[in-house]
């Protein structure tokens, strides 16, 4: 029986989707962050919609550990059953990728989308291979083994997605750039470990460091489109509205964080942090409504940078991901820290 490829499926049906009804397919896209106000009619209007969304998205773990499966088996090991290998690092970039195939059918960039299922391939060693190195340095433990294997997944992951986008200086140079500035962080961040955090009140946006190769692929196709002198505007939207979903899953992860000695950009300023056990810790910080705000608002200032950055570089599509990266900050504002901005 032939095997079902869900990558080389994934473009074709998300793009079925959004040609049909454009408006329909990003108010579902947009639905679950609005949940708190979502009528019972606008729900039964997406409902099928948002089924067929799912059904786009349905299989892609699955093929994405058998492909980490079979590269690990020659080695000896199996990826797939590390802890450090979370699966839904993976999960949370399938809206990246749905954005992703439509903002290159917009920018008609055919030849890249007949090759989606490559790049979808290389996200999965790049997820993997920067989650997996991750995990190991911010762990109270690491693993040679897995930190190595890492290594070998990044290697893939460049060789793929440069074979897509093709070896060019401009290329090389993106993808140098998105390498060190994850490496730079995440120096910073060890080397400040047990003692402070590593960011600064006035910078947010070197938050968004960590997950710049899950957008990799946008600045990958501008040489193609002619662009490739607007790179550093297309790099500062990025790691802003990146940096508004780091300081997200800062909050998130804040307990973990403390366990190993590892403070946030939303630590910053505390000077008794170790004071109260991390949990208490944990406590007292989200209960802290002047930081909450602030931290808010930092991410708000951020968003509004973005979408000034895209009206400037005349690109309307990409500001629908910056509009869902922002409806995902006030609905975890809203929802896990009670905060409620003062213009609701």
Known sequence: MKHRDPFQEFAPAILKIYRR???AFWAAIMAPFLANNISLLDWWHHLKLDVELLAAFKGLDKEAQRILHEFSAPLGI?????????????KDAYPIFAFLAVWMDEMGLNEFLDRFDEILRSAVFGVAGYGILDENVDGATSSPVEILTSQA????????????????PVNLSVLHRMRSIFLMAEIKEKNMRGKASPYRLEAPEDCGAKGAHVVTPFMLSLERLGKAHLIDKYWEVFLSFGAVIQIIDDWTDLEGDLMVGHYSYVTLGLENIRSASPKQM??????????VRETFNR???MIARSRALLAELQ???????VDVTDLRL???FRKELKFIPASS
């Open 21 to 23: 009804d454009k408006e």
């Open 299 to 301: 991410s708000k200032e």
């Open 282 to 291: 944990t406590k007292t910080l989200r209960s802290d409504s002047v930081r």
């Open 153 to 168: 997944l990044i290697c893939e992951y460049e060789s793929i997605i440069l074979n897509v986008f093709g070896v060019t």
């Open 315 to 321: 690109d309307p599509f990409l500001v629908r991901l």
């Open 78 to 90: 199996d990826v797939t059953q590390w802890k450090s290998n979370r699966v839904q690092y993976f």
């Open 330 to 332: 006030d609905s975890y």
